[in-house]
């Protein structure tokens, strides 16, 4: 089993599948594991299908294709609840070990065993007693750990050894820190050189909009809930990508274009920012939506609960302008977007459905973030 942190949407990244695939197989071959054995990676927390698809499968598919590069020493398994591991085992990995003991997941409920479960874990059994007693946990093997022949990756270039490894994880550290700055934004995230370059920002479709758009966000949770907002101010304020309308909506922007990391529009380098109509809605202007819509605007920024500022609040406005105002690291955006997500599972939640804004519980929601 291999796993550093691996809790939240944030961490899956196709960038952070190489780096954990070239660390678990280093760490492997130190250890003394012999070539063929299996490496299951982890998926340790709730990850709904929406997460699966942008952020887990993505992860997978360059772990796999990072083993095959080296000649694929070890043999990929994934850990995770049912769906995690159903949807994983579409071509990226061999085997599962499903993580059964989490009954409150929705990843479990509802979701048959996956046909490559090799371990299934089921309760956690003390052993010993008194200081000495420790938990264990006490899993059920299908058999599927002693596979037959012709399940064996077929031999490719010879695999790579300790000294190529080390090589492998230098170069790919070299490649980190030419994506990365070390410069912050006004609001404590690192700018970042690239997008769509193994890092953590990335294009992403905007659904329910014209094509769909797309925007350069970073992410995990941060595009989450930026997406959200996105999608409100589509649905409800004014729809975003008419015909032949330049520039809807943007978001990374290169770190060279920022002037001064202290304002808000330098977020958008480290892609925890979108700027909605940036030709429409010029910096230092006032009053391009009406109080109908600023009303609206107050209820999408309730629904991320503060984690997301509207620029139009700034002493130096900006109305075109949502980005996160948290920190990395925090709970609280984390949570927000987890409860983001669970929104689309639930009929009558979520972005495109129609809320009356004028219903008093609702308007006291939204002053609060005024």
């Known amino acids: 089993m291999y796993q550093t942190f691996a809790r939240s949407a944030d961490y899956y990244s196709p960038e952070q599948g190489v780096t954990d695939c070239l660390n678990a197989a280093y760490k492997a071959e130190e250890h003394g594991f012999k070539y063929g054995s299996r490496i299951y990676f982890a998926v340790d927390y709730d990850a709904v299908d929406d997460e699966v698809t942008a952020f887990v499968l993505p992860y997978f598919a360059n772990i796999k294709a990072c083993m095959e590069r080296m000649g694929n020493p070890y043999r990929i398994g994934i850990y995770g609840p049912r769906n995690v591991c159903s949807r994983g085992a579409a071509g990226h990995a061999e085997t599962s070990f499903v993580s059964d003991m989490s009954s409150g997941f929705s990843g479990n409920l509802g979701y048959t065993l996956p046909k490559n479960r090799a371990f299934d874990q089921i309760v956690t059994k003390t052993v010993g007693s008194g200081d000495g007693a420790i938990e264990i946990d006490n899993n059920i093997a299908s058999g599927l750990t002693a596979a037959p022949a012709a399940a064996v990756p077929q031999a490719g270039p010879a695999p790579l050894r300790n000294d190529k490894l080390k090589a492998a994880l230098r170069r790919q550290q070299a490649r980190r820190r030419r994506l990365l700055t070390s410069r912050p934004s006004a609001n404590g995230w ?30 995990g949770d941060v595009r989450t809930v930026l997406v959200h907002v996105v999608r409100r101010f589509h649905y409800e304020i004014d729809a975003l990508g008419t015909q032949g309308e330049p520039r809807p909506v943007e978001g990374w922007v290169p770190p060279t274009d920022i002037r001064d990391s202290r304002l808000p529009e330098s977020n958008r380098a480290t892609g925890t920012a979108v700027a909605i109509r940036p030709g429409s809605y010029p910096p230092g202007a006032r009053g391009a939506f009406a109080a109908g819509r600023q009303l609206i605007i107050r209820d999408i920024i309730a629904d991320t609960e503060g984690v997301v500022r509207w620029g139009g609040d700034d002493r130096s406005p900006s109305e075109g302008l949502f980005y996160v105002a948290v920190r990395p690291g925090g709970p609280r955006l984390a949570r927000v977007a987890a409860e983001i997500r669970s929104w689309e599972e639930i009929p009558g939640r979520g972005a495109g459905v129609l809320v009356d804004m004028t219903q008093p519980s609702r308007k006291r929601r939204a002053a609060r973030y005024a």
């Not at 050189?193 to 966000?217: C, K, Q």
Request: charged fraction near 25%; hydrophobic fraction near 35%; glycine fraction near 14%.
């Open 190 to 219: 690192e700018m970042e050189n690239e997008t769509d370059a193994n890092g953590s920002i990335w294009t992403y479709g905007i659904r329910g909009t014209r094509g769909p758009l797309t925007v350069a966000l970073r992410a």
